[in-house]
């Protein structure tokens, strides 16, 4: 079929591709040479800054340090999620006199820098927000006019991680803005994984970001919109992502990393399978996994999905390829893949459709791009439990269930002296 040829050719594009990307210029602060993971504030708390009303969920240091023992105690930290970033909200609605930032004091009576130190005994990294426009989304004090001293206040405070939205800003002045930010944070002497908003602003203003100089520039960066607790949400963020991998890949590995935004697993939006679904396709595009939930009440299936150690080293595989959407079939079936180190091949495949009972798919092992190898062993990922092994001219079937849930496998190659056979 004249399909599946195409297919194959796209992802044998894809292979050159990740091969060659050390020959993108990139940031070259050491940082985050895999998918940063952790912990954000945002899309599960957002800007709630009444404590009176809301006291145990306000943005306020009670919070960072409860969640951040949680991630610890829960086994989270273990698992790789190290970061805990503040977003937006956590600051003075004015600088200090002397022109610094300095947080709200109601809600930080310690100050940040004991906060930050506070995680840090904890073992975690510590993360804050910023915006490079003269005032945040939510309106409190920008970085703009202020950035070498923005910088050396991060520095002061042991920030981690710096997120820099771009609200309140001339969309043409982060092609110049974002690297003098980054001049500024390099200059500190303080390593600070840099995460940058602004090809997200750009793009959604039709303009096409110079992703080059983003990598050069960012650790991360957020590409579009984004996101909110919702199957809708995550969905249309996979298909924009799926639909704009071309652009995106050659600019992703390790130290520099496109964002499809934060997991939502553990709240109110996914059913089980959806969250499933997020957590294989999120590993796949070797996204960074920064969970927004309240690690107090969450499920312990949310919590099973978010800790599952196969999907965090397909997400964290040292190759850091970007996987891409190499199939799409009837159904709206969708099949991602992504090539891991060891000549490994991780899939996900995605039935978003609501139609009541599973659907069963069978897809010949070259519309997969497999065909290097005699022949190939399959793994179901979550489990990893063996589920056969196939020659390269057969067909591999299976059954998803309806309404975005997800069948994830890998492969690896059943050479005779199985080299390959440990577990991921
Ligand atoms: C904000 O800063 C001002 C002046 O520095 C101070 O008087 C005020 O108490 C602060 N308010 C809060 C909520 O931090
Ligand atoms: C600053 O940039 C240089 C050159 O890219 C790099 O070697 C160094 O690690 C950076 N330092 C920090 C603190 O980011
Ligand atoms: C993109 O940025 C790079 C520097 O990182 C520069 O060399 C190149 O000219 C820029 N491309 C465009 C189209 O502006």
Redesign the pocket.
Known sequence: MKWGEHVVVCFIVLVCLCSYKQHVSSLDNGLLRQPPMGWLTWQRFRCVTDCQADPDTCISEKLIRTQAQLLVQGGYLAAGYEYIIIDDCWLNGTRAPDGSLQPDNKRFPSGIAALSDYVHSLGLKFGIYEDYGTETCAGYPGVLGHLVQDAKTFASWKVDYLKLDGCNADIKDYDTGYPAMEDALNATGYPIAFSCSWPAYQESAKMKP?Y??IA?TCNLWRNWDDIDDSWDSVYSILQWFGDNQDRLSPFHGPGHWNDPDMLVIGNFGLSPGQSRAQMALWSIMAAPLILSVDLRTISDWARDIILNKNLIAINQDPLGAMGRRILKLSGSVEVWSKPLQDDRVAFVALYPEPYGTPIHVSIKLSDLGLGRYQDYDFFESFYGDFLGRHHYTDTYSFTINPAGDVHAFYVESAVPEKRFRKKL
């Open positions: 110079n080059s100089a050069h």
